[in-house]
Structures are given as structure tokens and as C-alpha cells.
């Protein structure tokens, strides 16, 4: 299995995982919960126009701030909180839904913090032969907090494989191995590292630049919910045009 890291865009035509831990992963993680169907929308006006179109709660922001004449905003607490009239919404963010617009893969996971073990395991248990994780940054650059959540599920991922391979796989120093495309990418490994320190790993999030502006919006409740680990062991997956809720084939 190959497993990758990448930023903003994304290559892998078997399975991604979108990484965007202040909020959009954690928002929607949080609102599968409540809501059937999250439909991604790439601007806000298309936002409003699938909303109208199929009678959904509008929710969404630019900057951090919920949009004018948005229900809702990008606030994982908020949709905790919220008694939902509707049974879908449609989402609009800046960074980690825009993202999805241009992947490819087959299979799209939604992975954070929150999440993580349940998307390591499951995007596993999906792929045939890569793994992508693909984070949606800040402003189209590299965002920490979503490298060190990228850490976090890659680490569990780590994880998996090191149970299920082979000794001898593990140490194997035949030319052929290193030849091949498979294993988990120097990046990503430098993610895993990165994410091992927690004390350290929630500090540098929550003074992050995204950290630093929904403070300053007022966000703080946001912050702390995104950096919990591992609190749902639930996970969206993106098919025909809609965020579900995985659920196996029973
Ligand atoms: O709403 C958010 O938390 C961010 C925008 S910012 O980092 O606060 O400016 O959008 P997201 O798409 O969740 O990264
Ligand atoms: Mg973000």
C-alpha cells in the first residue's frame, strides 16, 4: 500500500482523505451526527443556490466568518448546539471543502483529529493500493494544524500496517522493495513524527494562524473541540455529490 501526503491538491485516483482540522473535518464530522447528507458546495453562491434548489440548511463562511444570511456558520460547536428543522445542509468553507472540488480519487474520506483512528482504520480497509492524505491549508498555503492532524491519522495507518505486515516485510533491504512505490512517504512520516508530541502538538494548533484568527473571532470552544483525539468513531465519505455517514455494505 502506498501512503502519501500532499497539500491543496491531491493525484491519487484510489482513495483520499480530505485533512482540514480547524473546522471543515471537524464540522463535518460533528454535523453527520445531526444531518443525513452534507452537500459541498465551492462558493457561496453556489451554496445558495443548492440550498434553494433542494431545501437545505445553508451553512457557511469565508475568513472564519459565518456568511451574511447563512443559518450557520463553519462552527462544529454551533451545529452541536443546533436543532435542525432540515434534514441535509450544504457547506461552503474556505479551505478544506473548496479542496474537494478537484479530487479525483475514487473513494473521499473526511479525516481530523477527531476522527483519526476511525479513518485510518477504515481507509484501509477501502483502498486497493493508495492512500492520499490531502490537506486543505490556509488561504491555498500550508496550514501546521492540518500536517499535525494529517500526523495523527497517518500514525494510526502506521499503525495498521506495521500489525498486519510480515516481519520479514518490515526489515526487508532487497533492492526491489526500495524500487517500489509502496510504503509511507517521507513526508508523511515526517507528519507522524511531527503529531507525536500532543502537549506540544495542541500549543502549535491553537497558535496556529487559523488557531489565532477563530480566537479572535471568538472560536476558542471551536479550537478545543478540533484538537480532541479521537472522540468519533465516525467518518464521512464522499460519493455522488453528498458527505454521508460510512456505513458498510450490511
Ligand atoms: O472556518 C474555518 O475555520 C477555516 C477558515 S479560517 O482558517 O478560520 O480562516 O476554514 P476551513 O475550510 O475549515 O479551513
Ligand atoms: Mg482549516
Redesign the pocket.
Known sequence: MKVSLSFEKGSSKDLSIVV?A???ST?ITVALDKFKEIYPAYTPEQAIEIAKEKNLILAG?R??RKLEGFEL??SPTEIKQYEASKDSLVLT??????IMENMESEIILIGGFVNAKACAKLALELATEEIELVM?G?NKTFAIEDFLAAGEILYWIQEELKNNASEDRLNSNDEDYFKEESGISEYALSAILASRDKELADKICIES??GR??TYLGYKDDITLCIKRNISEKVGIYKDGKIRLYKPNK
Not at 468553507?93 to 473548496?98: F, H
Request: charged share 30%; net charge positive; no cysteine.
Open positions: 482540514d480547524l473546522r471543515a464540522t463562511e475568513k472564519g456558520g463553519n468553507t474556505s479551505n478544506g471543502v473548496r486543505g490556509i494562524k487559523s484568527r477563530l
